[in-house]
């Protein structure tokens, strides 16, 4: 199954008063960026058909691709001045790269890509900034089950704020965390069918346009995840991670663990990636 990978906004919260045109799923989490873990983890999973939504600061995603390093992450042996790589981290990758516009929407830059599915009846979509350690398998075998248009992820509150109820003397009635209470946030992960793109308006948006509408026709289902899922919307979050990763707590890091999943692949073979102007 091919995943959508939107990865061309500014990411402005992450900027920390600096003019760096790094695009935000370019953050660094160990000694990979973001947007790797995230393609490992599908990858993981078997799905390694890969559709980048390229925008601001595109080149320094290009690059890295280009000119991967697979001795960063992987062990290798060094011959007579030669390298030898015991596993690899990308060889069974297909990764398109297309340009989807500098400002464009979410939903915009879905659908300029939209050729690139090749008509595919289901396929993968995310941000390319949030990690998890959500059983994909189960996401996707849930909503194939049902008949509706898309599925996204929700998650619990992440906020650390309260809430208050006040009454109309200005009395508090009550104060509740925000994580306790019964409400339910977009978690970045989505399954859709192409009948998404019936309800996305040129410079739409995913969310509150597709997934908005398909809603009101009660075509839309949601996969509810109360384990590991981390968002990197600002410096101070994408630094937790960092430290996170160096002390070896890396739940969403689901390739580490073996099992059912694709795993790390052999040495053998090559990346395939090709370019693409929507």
């Not at 580490?256 to 395939?272: C, D, I, K, P, W």
Request: include cysteine; charged fraction near 25%.
């Amino acid at each position: 199954m091919k995943v959508v990978l939107f990865c061309g906004g500014y990411g402005m919260r992450m900027r920390n008063g600096t003019s760096d045109d790094v695009p935000k799923p370019m953050a660094m989490v160990g000694p990979r960026p973001l947007i790797w873990h995230v393609m490992r983890y599908y990858a993981h999973y078997g799905h390694t058909e890969f559709i980048l939504c390229l925008g601001y600061g595109a080149h320094h995603i290009k690059d890295f691709f280009l000119n991967y390093e697979e001795t960063v992450s992987n062990d290798f042996v060094l011959r007579g001045g030669r390298t030898e790589l015991l596993s690899t981290d990308i060889a069974d990758w297909t990764i398109t790269f297309a340009q989807t516009g500098i400002e464009s929407p979410i939903g915009e830059r879905l659908r300029r890509v939209r050729h690139h599915l090749d008509g595919d009846e289901m396929f993968l979509a995310n941000y390319a900034d949030v990690l998890t350690d959500a059983p994909l398998p189960e996401m996707i075998d849930r909503f194939a089950r049902r008949d509706a248009g898309a599925s996204m992820m929700v998650v619990p509150p992440q906020s650390s704020f309260h809430c208050v109820d006040l009454g109309e003397d200005g009395l508090v009635g009550g104060i509740t965390a925000v994580s306790d209470m019964p409400l339910w946030e977009n978690g970045g992960y989505f399954v859709l069918r192409q009948e998404v793109f019936d309800h996305i308006p040129e410079n739409g948006d995913l969310v509150a346009d597709g997934c908005a509408q398909l809603a009101k026709r009660g075509r839309l289902v949601a996969h509810q995840h109360r384990g590991f899922w981390k968002p990197t919307d600002t410096v101070k979050e994408r630094a937790a991670l960092d430290d996170a990763y160096a002390r070896g707590d890396r739940p969403w890091a689901v390739w580490e663990r073996g099992g059912a999943g694709a795993g790390l692949q052999g040495a053998t073979g090559s990346s395939n990636v090709s370019g693409a102007r929507a």
